[in-house]
């Protein structure tokens, strides 16, 4: 059983930076896509970014350029660093891992699931 464990949300105010981390337990990491998503009240969970086992990644128009994701194979983490942040990135940011090297963009071909970490951007 694999499980994701979110860190670093919070409160921030416009233009400023966040880091958000998944510690992933299992073996199975290295050879498995992750990714960060999102959900604000009322909306469906949307792909904010996903990575590949490779190291290849891939990002919503909405964050590109603002937003990079990382991973570190040995530490088994996955990591989103945000900047010029937006009261419109407001959200629960949720990590999540398949199982085969390449992922979606679509959150019903993921597997596993962090609890999830609350983003708050305002003033």
């Known amino acids: 059983q694999v499980q994701l464990v979110e860190s670093g949300g919070g409160l921030v105010q416009p233009g400023g930076s966040l880091r958000l981390s998944c510690a992933a337990s299992?073996?199975?990491?290295?050879?498995?896509?992750m990714g960060w998503f999102r959900q604000a009240p009322g909306n469906q969970r949307d792909i904010v970014a996903r990575i590949t086992s490779a190291g290849s990644t891939a990002y919503a128009d909405s964050v590109k350029g603002r937003f990079t994701i990382s991973r570190d194979n040995a530490k088994n983490t996955v990591y989103l660093q945000m900047n010029s942040l937006k009261p419109e990135d407001t959200a629960v940011y949720y990590c999540?891992?398949?199982?085969?090297?390449?992922?979606?963009?679509?959150?019903?071909?993921?597997?596993?699931w962090g609890q999830g970490t609350q983003v708050t951007v305002s003033s």
């Open positions: 299992g073996s199975i990491f290295s050879t498995s896509a």
């Open positions: 999540s891992g398949a199982t085969n090297p390449f992922g979606s963009s679509s959150s019903q071909y993921w597997d596993y």
